[in-house]
């Protein structure tokens, strides 16, 4: 995951670019893990994948392409060694962090408002962030807010 998470940031900072061959690779790669390692229901694999991908293409329609594709599908074959509610997390945690550093940048005038801003290193960030501390950040979510 590490090695995917530094492979598009490189990629997608310098080049606006996420290579499907790299995104093939680690899913056959988290597909292989995950059947070595299930997740518990299995199936949660299956859904995290679907998630990933549906509500990025979602956002991608509404939007009229305000998002690639790349971070579709990337965020479709993290679901993949994430889970549903994990894969959930990330978005929501990418989103806060891609907020903070395009807000950061446009407010030291390093991009404009309009310029593209490539969104792929905030969902590997996430992703990491969810995969390490994402049951325990639930958990405090849940606790601070439901008991």
Partial sequence: ????????????????????KLLLFFAVVFIIFRIIDPLHPWYDSIYGALAGFAIILAIIVL?????????????????????????LLTLFLATL????????????????????????PSIVLAAVISYLFGFDLLQLYYETFFL
């Fill in 1 to 20: 995951m590490i090695s995917l998470a530094v492979i598009v940031t490189v990629s997608d900072v310098n080049y606006m670019l996420i290579p499907n």
């Fill in 63 to 87: 939007s009229k392409g305000g998002m690639g594709a790349g971070d579709m599908k990337l965020l479709g074959t993290l679901g993949i060694l994430l889970g549903l509610k994990l894969t």
């Fill in 97 to 120: 962090i891609g907020t903070v550093i395009s807000l950061t940048l446009l407010s030291f005038k390093v991009i404009g408002r309009k310029d593209p801003f490539p969104f792929g």
